[in-house]
């Protein structure tokens, strides 16, 4: 049966491939050949135009393509008290031959905990005044700040304990949270690879050789989120999207959820996730056992990084497959990740995503109605 309440049958991760109008404007901004209020000029138009065609495509959930971002994380992270970003060497590299993301890093310069008024809560204002489906707002889960990174974004004369930083950084993001809360937002989503991360031996090992223990961030990581949404309305739905990296069409890790299964779905107070499945490297549906009753799990099938539209017969075959585990009820569709994580876009054309989606709606109706 359909639902009335997000996450919707047919859902989408959130970041839409970047019109070349917003790629041109953006560039001219960054050689200063137009000014700030022409650049948000053009983000409002296209933002409104990738809204009507959410909604005509038939998604019940809109969000605003992130085209205001450059990235799905630094652009967050950056409004945040306390936070900058800054040009380094990236630890964790794309499995890819060609560019790596830019080499845009974060890092602690003083105590969290407190709040600046946050710019995004003004782009989900803008949202939900032009939409008339539900509109999503998509924000990296705390989790970003230190896995990446590690002590290395963290100074000891800032936090000698960690466990400071991890109570204040959840604090922070309460109060991001509750800001959305009071601009009128009810669908949040929390952009959380590490976890998924953390199901990979390579990184795995990348973490016990900076000395941590990878065993211990879940509980870590599930703390910080828990302490964020400790104070959402009753009415206000939080989702977490787990992937294994989104760089033109590139990945990060590989392996699949039981590392990390039964924190992620019994230790953490959000209600859905949505979840990568478009490759083997994300591992079979025997981790959702775990799926508590009452929680959604939105299947990503749909592969984000390619063009191909994939098979009607066998997305409906893996989704059967997948109710071996959880119930057809608790389960929804999606591609597997968003279409452009970063303003360069993944390697397909628009025409090519606006089909998935279609395509997505359309089995979503033959599904459940």
Not at 33 to 42: C, P
Not at 97 to 114: D, S
């Amino acid at each position: 049966m359909p639902r009335s309440k997000p996450p919707f049958r047919a859902d989408h991760v959130g970041s839409l491939l970047r019109p070349a109008t917003l790629k041109a404007a953006r560039e001219k901004r960054t050689r200063g050949e137009i000014g700030a209020a022409d650049l948000a000029a053009v983000e409002d138009r296209e933002i409104e135009n990738v809204i009507r065609k959410q909604e005509a495509v038939g998604l019940k959930a809109v969000t605003d393509g992130e085209f205001r971002r450059t990235s799905w994380s630094h652009d967050f992270f950056e409004g945040l008290d306390g936070v900058e970003s800054y040009v380094g060497e990236r630890k964790i590299k794309f499995n890819a031959q060609g560019p790596q993301p830019r080499a845009v890093l974060l890092r602690v310069i003083g105590k969290l905990g407190g709040y600046k008024p946050h710019p995004m809560i003004g782009h989900f204002k803008f949202l939900l005044s032009h939409a008339k489906a539900t509109p999503k707002m998509t924000i990296p889960s705390p989790s970003s700040l230190h896995f990446r990174y590690g002590r290395d974004a963290v100074p000891e004369t800032i936090y000698p304990a960690m466990e400071d930083f991890y109570r204040d950084l959840g604090q922070s993001y309460r109060k991001v949270v509750d800001a959305f809360a009071a601009a009128g937002c009810r669908y949040l989503q929390l952009d959380e690879v590490n976890l998924a991360y953390l199901c990979d031996p390579s990184l795995r090992q990348h973490i016990i050789g900076r000395g941590e223990d990878p065993a211990k961030l879940p509980a870590i990581y599930a703390g910080m989120i828990n302490a964020a949404l400790a104070g959402i309305p009753s009415d206000m739905t939080i989702t977490m999207h787990l992937c294994r990296g989104n760089f033109r069409s590139s990945f990060v890790a590989s392996g699949g959820y039981e590392p990390v299964a039964e924190t992620l779905f019994n230790s953490i107070n959000v209600h859905g996730y949505f979840m990568e499945y478009d490759s083997d490297r994300a591992g079979g549906f025997e981790p959702l056992r775990h799926v508590p009753k009452g929680k959604t799990v939105v299947l990503g099938l749909v592969s984000s990084k390619s063009g191909k539209l994939e098979s009607r017969d066998e997305l409906k075959r893996r989704i059967e497959q997948a109710t071996q585990y959880v119930a057809l009820d608790q389960l929804c569709l999606s591609p597997q990740c968003g279409f452009a994580s970063t303003e360069e876009g993944n390697i397909l054309s628009e025409d090519e995503q606006w089909a998935k989606l279609a395509m997505i709606v359309e089995l979503a109706e033959e599904v459940w109605g």
